[in-house]
């Protein structure tokens, strides 16, 4: 379904300025705490100028006249972009990211921020300096992370879609536990330039929709080579049209990924979602992913790691949080870092650059990094077998706010499904599969490294012949 | 002092590239507004990744080869992670297993007249920091400013052996190392603080000290020589020699002991993801076919082929811009003249005004040592030419040496000129005449000393003398 497609038809025809505006004020009312900064000004600009301007050629943008939400760590000129963190409080950037450069040459409208874990270091969006996101399906439970903003305010109908990022799971989490669509993509794929890193060897930009079709048109526009990201894979594939149909497909289901510490009702709805893939012509045997037992470690391991050193340029010099009166250099720098982050912040930073210290860099980040490598190598192989591999996003359907904030570990345990296809490097997609209670559940599709047009077209199928991405939360 | 043992850090900015190492930023800020050279990228700006210069990358092998190093066939960077106010990621990139070059050597002229083979460790690329600047002094400033326009310049981080004795060693391994990088077009060592040193000095059995970031070959010299010394009084009163970091502080010319930060530095080195590993073994031969003639070859060559002596070699090629000037001269006037005349007088007379050879023409040199071989001018008349365009006195803005030695009246005397001089010289001077022939021949040189009065220093005073010589014997 493009809805995003009608969207810009229906603004072509109408006014685009009317619809942000209507937007907006659901913004304003909200109890979501979704949006940390709204663009009202620059938005409602682009807006005008959009319904002023019909001539031909103008307005042909594939997001023409469409607004998006960004998530707050995505650079964007003249708009705060703080990661959620006191530390980067009033930090303006001067430049965009690739992604954003990429959006408004295709019409879009930067609606403004969304709120996410600080640093996206978590899976509820919890860590903010904003305070919590709320899931719009229950203000009660958390709304997924670290892109819960993002997930959020497309959910509750607040944006139309949004930008997220995914380290280990932040855009596919807030997805399920939202009842959305999320993708993310292949390592390489999207160029990083702009992302405030927090573990760059494994994030990626992905798009949250609510439909698949809308998450390839987004991705038509987000996907491919930026010179300004070394990592960023040479050539361009085209999302749209999404192919039809599953017939022949081969979908692998990892035995690892059911069974102990998975929610009754969401190993429930994966298996009625694997069925409803096999009735519409798919085929399904069982894999083996042997080293998931591993990828938790690795993944912590490694992003803390990389972390540790990602953030140690938030020192306060050149932009953010500056306090009190300047003492000498070491001790300036320590009491911005103790203000500025968090607790969760502060815990990634100590265990990663414990991890990276002489004399345990071969014991922590070196093996984390072989582990790494026998992951990929699960998915390489069960490749040899199937197209796609499906499972759980998430063990578990949203949980409440504050049940697990002091739990680190259960918190962690948590992103036992999507950390893998991080460490592997292999794209992903979170559709809604069917609820646990009265909260959304996610069904995993994992495709090969650039394999996303497969990963879109199962996912696509999925959708067409299932009733639940049209459910909506009562947003109070 | 064969129990000294010097080695030395050189970071070497590779500033002959016109973009800064992971970015497009320019790299000629020296006579610009502080952070005025400066981008997202090498601000460290949230968001931001680095993207090799990858120029510089073949700049390094250039220096790699050119240092007789093994080039490795892959390479890839690092971070060293630090906190310093003018390190504005919170880590440097820099290069640390599988550096670009490792085991080299270059030859130098010992202290003890001899060829010495100084090894190369390794080689590595790293982006500069920025620069701390103080308002006054160091010790008397309220704050530090930062200055980034240095920041991601294009180092090279040359790590020697320990095998280097003496300071003096050390100095003439770094002439040797900056003449080489000069060659090969990759440095320019006019810049202030192009290169900068650490040197690691112990006496023999004692622990290392390190004196770190020292600016200019003669600050390493006097840096080291007070090591030394300082090294060698703490033994001799028994006290144990530290390992340390030390400074170099220029205006009292000693090292002092920095205070260590926070213990021992574990920089926590792990591989930077943003960049990918290169494999550069397939650079490497098309870099290694286009190198240019490096200074030991060159010097070779100008003793086979203008036949001249060793030293006179060694001087005119130290340089890279002499070496160039010498040949532009020699193509058009006497080689061997043209040598003596460059490396004795012009070399001289630059280095004394501390200028460089960009303050003279070839054209100038070609017609003074033409001049020289035609007998036109003599040679007093040949330095006061030099001097007079060295020092731009006003005589002739933009004069030849051949207008010069005319307005001057340098010409040379003409014969009969200098014939008639003697004649009266001789005429005048009946003491010195009778002097001589009473055996005394330290007499004739009063009646030289009389006839280039009378030509006005034109005429030659060798020739001068056997004129007198034999108008006396005549008479």
């Known amino acids: ?476 | 002092m064969e129990d000294v043992i010097i080695g030395l850090e050189i970071h070497v900015q590779l500033n002959k590239l016109n973009s800064k190492m992971f970015c497009g930023c320019s790299t000629a800020y020296h006579d610009s507004e502080p952070n005025t050279h400066t981008c997202p990228i090498c601000l460290g700006l949230p968001g931001s990744l680095p993207v090799l210069n990858k120029k510089a990358v073949e700049y390094g092998i250039k220096v790699g080869l050119a240092l007789n190093c093994t080039i490795e066939e892959e390479t890839l960077f690092y971070r060293k992670n630090y906190y310093y106010p003018d390190l504005p990621k919170g880590f440097q990139i820099s290069q640390y297993d599988f550096p670009l070059a490792t085991k080299g050597h270059i030859m130098i002229l010992g202290d003890d007249g001899a060829e010495r083979n100084i090894r190369i460790n390794r080689a590595h690329m790293e982006e500069d920091p920025g620069r701390l600047v103080h308002a006054g002094t160091i010790d008397k400033a309220k704050y530090t400013m930062v200055d980034y326009n240095r920041c991601g310049m294009p180092l090279l981080e040359v790590v020697t052996e320990p095998d280097l004795c003496s300071p003096k060693e050390a100095r003439v391994f770094l002439d040797k190392l900056k003449s080489i990088l000069e060659y090969l077009d990759v440095f320019d060592g006019s810049q202030e603080g192009s290169m900068r040193v650490d040197a690691n000095i112990s006496l023999k059995g004692g622990d290392r000290t390190e004196v770190k970031n020292i600016s200019g070959f003669k600050g390493v010299e006097k840096a080291l020589s007070y090591e030394i010394t300082r090294q060698k009084n703490m033994q001799r009163r028994n006290i144990k020699v530290v390992q340390e970091t030390r400074h170099f502080d220029e205006i009292r010319n000693i090292t002092v002991s920095i205070r260590s930060k926070v213990g021992a530095h574990d920089y926590r080195y792990f591989p930077e993801c943003d960049l990918v590993t290169m494999r550069i073994a397939s650079w490497v031969p098309a870099i290694r076919d286009a190198l240019p003639e490096l200074p030991d070859s060159k010097r070779e060559r100008f003793v086979k082929e203008y036949i001249l002596a060793d030293d006179h070699a060694k001087s005119l090629t130290s340089e890279i811009r002499v070496a160039n000037f010498y040949e532009a001269v020699a193509a058009k006037a006497s080689p061997k003249l043209a040598a003596v005349w460059i490396a004795d007088v012009l070399k001289g007379e630059l280095n004394y005004r501390d200028l460089g050879i960009e303050s003279f023409y070839p054209a100038q040199m070609i017609e003074i040592v033409n001049m020289l071989a035609e007998n036109k001018i003599t040679e007093d008349g040949a330095v006061k030419i030099i001097r007079t365009l060295l020092d731009r006195i006003p005589i002739e803005v933009g004069g030849s040496p051949s207008k010069i030695a005319q307005k001057l009246g340098l010409g040379k005397a003409e014969d009969s000129e200098v014939q008639k001089a003697v004649k009266e010289a001789v005429a005048e001077s009946a003491a010195a005449v009778a002097d001589y022939r009473a055996g005394s021949e330290r007499a004739l040189n009063f009646i030289v000393g009389q006839v280039m009065k009378k030509t006005r220093g034109k005429a030659s005073p060798g020739e001068v003398h056997t004129l007198v010589k034999a108008e006396v014997d005549k008479a």
Request: charged letters at 20%; one cysteine or more; glycine letters at 12%.
């Open chain 1, 1 to 476: 379904m493009n809805m995003l497609g009608e969207l810009r038809e229906q603004l072509r025809s109408g006014s685009a300025e009317d619809y942000l505006c209507k937007l907006f004020e659901k913004v304003e009312r909200s109890k979501l705490n979704g949006f940390t900064t709204l663009a009202k000004e620059s938005a409602l600009q682009q807006a005008r100028d959009f319904d002023r301007d019909r001539s031909p050629g103008q307005g042909q943008g594939l997001l023409a006249g469409v607004p998006i939400a960004i998530k707050e760590c995505i650079s964007t000129r003249g708009i705060q972009t703080c990661c959620s963190s006191r530390i980067l409080q009033g930090y303006i950037p001067p430049y965009d990211a690739h992604v954003i450069e990429r959006l408004k040459a295709e019409g879009a409208i930067i609606m403004g921020k969304t709120n996410m874990d600080e640093f996206a270091m978590g899976s509820s969006t919890e860590t903010s300096c904003f305070g919590p996101t709320k899931n719009p399906w229950d203000l009660n439970t958390v709304p997924g992370g670290s892109s819960g903003g993002s997930a959020a305010v497309v959910a509750g109908g607040e944006a139309p879609c949004a930008l997220g990022s995914d380290t280990g799971g932040s855009v596919r989490c807030p997805a399920s536990f939202c009842g959305i669509v999320g993708l993310k993509p292949t390592y390489g794929l999207v160029s990083r330039y702009g992302l405030v890193a927090y573990a760059n060897s494994l994030e990626q930009i992905g798009p949250l929709t609510h439909t698949v079709e809308d998450t390839a048109l987004i991705m038509q526009i987000i996907a491919g080579h930026d010179g300004r990201d070394t990592t960023s894979a040479e050539g361009k594939s085209d999302y749209l049209p999404v192919k039809e149909g599953v017939k022949g497909l081969k979908i692998g289901i990892p035995k690892e990924y059911f069974g102990e510490g998975v929610n009754k009702d969401v190993e429930k709805a994966v298996w009625d979602a694997i069925h409803t893939l096999e009735g519409l012509g798919a085929a399904w045997q069982e894999v083996s992913l042997p080293h998931t037992k591993h990828a938790l470690a690795a993944y912590y391991v490694i992003a803390m790691s990389e972390a540790s050193s990602n953030l140690a340029r938030f020192d306060g010099l050149r932009y953010g949080l500056r306090e009190g009166e300047d003492k000498d250099w070491h001790t300036t720098f320590s009491d911005i870092r103790s203000k500025g982050f968090g607790p969760e912040v502060k815990r990634r930073i100590l265990l990663g650059t414990y991890a990276l210290s002489a004399g345990y860099y071969g014991r922590y980040y070196l093996k984390a990094l072989k582990v790494r490598t026998l992951i990929k190598n699960d998915f390489l192989k069960a490749f040899k077998d199937v197209d796609l591999v499906a499972g759980p996003t998430m063990p578990i359907p949203a949980f409440r706010i504050g049940e697990r904030i002091n739990d680190p570990l259960s918190l962690y345990l948590a992103d036992v499904f999507t950390v893998p296809i991080n460490l592997a490097g292999v794209p992903a997609i979170s559709v809604p599969c069917g609820f646990a209670g009265h909260l959304p559940v996610g069904l995993q599709l994992i495709g090969k490294h650039f394999g996303e047009a497969t990963v879109l077209q199962a996912a696509q199928a999925f959708e067409a012949a299932t009733p639940f991405h049209e459910k909506k939360p009562e947003v109070v």
